[in-house]
């Protein structure tokens, strides 16, 4: 029992219901602007409160629907296991959507700068998001596509893991992490445009990544704060012990302060 059951609910701005086993529904509460109802197992429906701001729902296995609410900005709907689609919420900045696994369909939030949608099994595109700033996709096996063009986003921080469709990744400009675990059909990164990344990048477990000479060499041999090198089974044609060797021989010259090294196949 809540609040809500217990029918005290009056005029306020922050309601917490959290852990609720049967509140089913929570209604329009004008003037709300922060609703915290993590682990209700008969919660179906949230009501599209207009001037919501933040809205913590995570575990609720029965809620199918987030209402497109306007003024929204951080959603955490993680462990929803019932939610199949992100509707379009212009003033989203924050997103965790983990382990929504039946969620097929994130659309495009113009604002949106955080997204986790790691463990989103079925999720198969991230629309174009010009203000996103970091992307987790860990554990995304059904992920075919991230936005059509890098060129004018924002994104600084790119993680993927299991992607099992992946096979491209565009050249985000701005990016300066970029992590790619264990997706088997990548070709192609274009780090073409990607001259602010020199602080992490790695590598494991891509054996159709082919990264062209030139890349490599620019990569591995900037002289950054931090230098942590991890290529594992990638193609052979990297020469990769040549390639290790070189930068462990550097390293004395280029690093200044080297927090963490992986070297393999040396
Ligand atoms: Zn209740």
Redesign the pocket.
């Known amino acids: ?6 029918n005290k609910l009056v005029s306020f701005t922050f309601l917490d ?1 959290s852990q ?4 089913k529904t929570i209604p329009l509460i004008e003037k709300i602007n922060s609703i915290i109802c993590y682990n209700c197992p008969s919660l179906t429906q949230i009501s599209d409160c207009n001037e919501l701001i933040r809205l913590i729902c995570c575990n609720c296995p029965l809620l199918q629907n987030i209402p497109q609410f306007q003024n929204l900005q951080n959603l955490d709907c993680s462990e929803c296991i019932s939610i199949t689609q992100i509707p379009c919420i212009d003033n989203l900045t924050r997103l965790d959507c983990r382990n929504c696994l039946n969620l097929k369909e994130i659309q495009k939030c113009e604002n949106l700068r955080y997204l986790d949608c790691s463990g989103c099994r079925l999720l198969e595109e991230i629309p174009q998001l010009n203000e996103l700033v970091n992307l987790w996709c860990y554990k995304c096996p059904g992920l075919k596509r991230i936005m059509r063009s890098g060129q004018f986003t924002k994104i600084q921080k790119l993680c993927f893991s299991d992607c099992l469709f992946l096979n491209e990744i565009p050249s985000f400009t701005k990016l300066c992490v970029l992590v790619i675990n264990n997706c088997p059909v990548l070709e192609r990164v274009d780090f073409s445009k990607m001259q602010e990344l020199k602080d992490f990048f790695t590598c494991e477990s891509c054996p159709s990544l082919y990264i062209p000479y030139k890349d490599r060499q620019r990569l591995f041999d900037k002289k950054g704060k931090y230098l942590i090198f991890r290529l594992k089974r990638v193609q052979q044609r990297y020469r990769l012990k040549v390639l290790a060797r070189k930068i462990l021989n550097q390293i004395p010259r280029t690093v200044r302060v080297l927090n963490d090294m992986i070297v393999s196949y040396c």
Do not use: F
């Open positions: 029992m809540c609040i809500i059951c217990e219901c609720c086993k049967i509140l």
